[in-house]
C-alpha cells in the first residue's frame, strides 16, 4: 500500500493496513498469521512521521520444547522518513510522488515480533541426550541434566 505524499499534511491522518505479509516468515521460526494494524502519518515540515500500531499474531516454534504455538504481540513501532536530499545521514527516505508502506509495515513486525517464546513458564524442554519432549515422556537418561531445565 503507498501513499501520495501531497496528500500528507501536517494533521495526523491513520489507515487501516491492508492484509500485507500473511503466511510470510517474520524469522525462520516465526510466521505471521494475522494483523490488525493501523498506520498513521503527519509530515513535520519535509519531514514524514509513521506510526504503525495494532496486534498482531504469530505461529512459532516453543523456544525449549520446538512444539509449534501461536502467539500475539504488540506493535508498536514510529519512523521518520526524510526527503531523498538528505539521505546521507538517515535511515529512512523518501522520493518521488509516494511513499510505499510495505517496507515500513513489514520492518514494525520483524522488529516487534518476539523472538524467545516458551509454550509455558514451565516447559520442560526436550531431554538434551534422547531429544524426547519432557513435558509428554519420561527418558532413562541422566536425571542430573534434566532437573535443572
Ligand atoms: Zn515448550
Ligand atoms: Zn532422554
Known sequence: M?????????????????????????????????????ISFYKAG????????????????????AEPIEVSFDVDEKFYVFPKSDAESVDYIYSGDTLLLDDFIHEALVMTAPSYILCDDDCKGRCPQCGVD????????????NNKI
Open 46 to 65: 519535509d519531514v514524514i512521521a509513521l506510526s504503525i500500531t495494532g496486534e498482531a499474531e504469530t505461529r512459532t516454534l516453543c523456544n525449549r520444547c
Open 2 to 38: 503507498r501513499l501520495f505524499i501531497s496528500e500528507i499534511s501536517d494533521s495526523r491522518r491513520a489507515l487501516d493496513v491492508e492484509p500485507l505479509f500473511l503466511q510470510e516468515e517474520l524469522t525462520p521460526e516465526a510466521t505471521l498469521i494475522g494483523h490488525n494494524l493501523s
Open 134 to 145: 519432557l513435558n509428554t515422556t519420561t527418558c532413562q537418561c541422566n536425571n542430573d541434566m
